[in-house]
C-alpha cells in the first residue's frame, strides 16, 4: 500500500540531545513537508521540500534542520537550540503544487525530559 | 499574509444532529480551501477543497462545505452526525504567495449519545 511512515511513534530523549525524526514516502511525490502541532495552535509548517537536494523554511524552522537527498525521504532534526521540542511532529507529502492534497504520516510524539 | 481563524475550538453536539464547524479567513486575493480531520493520535485526512467554481463542495463521510467570498468564509456542515465523527476539525488556506498552507488552530467536534 502506497503511503508514508513516520517512526518512531514515540521517542522520549534528555534535554540538550539531538534527535532525528523519520519519514519516508511511497506515492513518488515530490514534495514532502514537516509541521509541529502543539494543542490550540493548529499545525505550524517547520520546512518544507519542493524537490530533491532543496528545502525551504517555514514559519518555526528555528532549532530545527532537514535533509532531502533521496524524493522518498524527508528526515527531521530537532537540535538541542529547540527550545520546548515536546510536541507532535506530522510529515506529510504531496504532488508539486500546494493546492493540491496533502497526505500526512501518523506522526512521532516527542518528549524532551 | 493569509490567516485563518476557527472561532469555536470545540463544539459538542448530540448523535443524529446537524453541525456547523466554522471557518473565516482572511486575504484579498484568490483562495484555495481546505477541510482536514484528525482523530486521535493519527495524522490528518482531507475532508474536501475548494478551488474554484460550484462553490458548495462536498466530501468525505457526508461533510460538505460553502464558499462565501463577501465573508470570506468556509463552514464545514455535516446534517447528521455520527459517533465516529468524533475528532479534531482543521481549516487551512493557501493564497499562492510562499507556497504552503495556513492551517486553523482547528474544532474538536464530540458527538455524544
Known amino acids: 500500500d502506497g503511503g508514508i511512515t513516520q517512526s518512531p511513534k514515540y521517542l522520549f530523549r534528555k534535554e540538550g540531545q539531538n534527535v532525528t525524526l523519520s519519514c519516508e514516502q511511497n506515492?513518488?511525490?515530490?514534495?514532502m513537508y514537516w509541521y509541529r502541532q502543539d494543542p490550540g495552535q493548529g499545525l505550524r509548517l517547520i520546512y518544507y521540500?519542493?524537490?530533491?537536494?532543496?528545502?525551504q523554511k517555514g514559519d518555526i524552522a528555528e532549532g530545527y534542520s532537514v535533509s532531502r537527498e533521496k524524493k522518498e525521504s524527508f528526515p527531521l532534526t530537532v537540535t538541542s537550540a529547540q527550545k520546548n521540542p515536546t510536541a507532535f511532529y506530522l510529515c506529510?507529502?504531496?504532488?508539486?503544487?500546494?493546492?493540491?492534497?496533502?497526505?500526512f504520516g501518523p506522526g512521532t510524539r516527542l518528549t524532551v525530559l | 499574509a493569509q490567516s485563518v481563524t476557527q472561532l469555536d475550538s470545540q463544539v459538542p453536539v448530540f448523535e443524529e444532529a446537524p453541525v456547523e464547524l466554522r471557518c473565516n479567513y482572511s486575504?484579498?486575493?484568490?483562495?484555495?480551501l481546505f477541510w482536514y480531520v484528525q482523530y486521535p493520535n493519527q495524522g490528518l485526512q482531507l475532508l474536501l477543497k475548494?478551488?474554484?467554481?460550484?462553490?458548495l463542495v462536498k466530501g468525505i463521510n457526508g461533510f460538505e462545505a460553502e464558499f462565501n467570498k463577501s465573508q470570506t468564509s468556509f463552514h464545514l456542515r455535516k446534517p447528521s452526525v455520527h459517533i465516529s465523527d468524533t475528532a479534531e476539525y482543521f481549516c487551512?488556506?493557501?493564497?499562492?504567495?510562499?507556497?504552503?498552507?495556513?492551517f486553523g488552530t482547528g474544532t474538536q467536534l464530540k458527538v455524544e449519545l
Open positions: 486575504s484579498s486575493v484568490s483562495v484555495y
Open positions: 475548494y478551488l474554484s467554481g460550484s462553490t
Open positions: 506515492l513518488n511525490h515530490d514534495a
Open positions: 521540500s519542493q524537490i530533491v537536494n532543496d528545502f
Open positions: 506529510a507529502s504531496s504532488i508539486a503544487g500546494v493546492y493540491n492534497e496533502q497526505f
Open positions: 487551512a488556506v493557501f493564497t499562492g504567495g510562499g507556497n504552503k498552507l495556513t
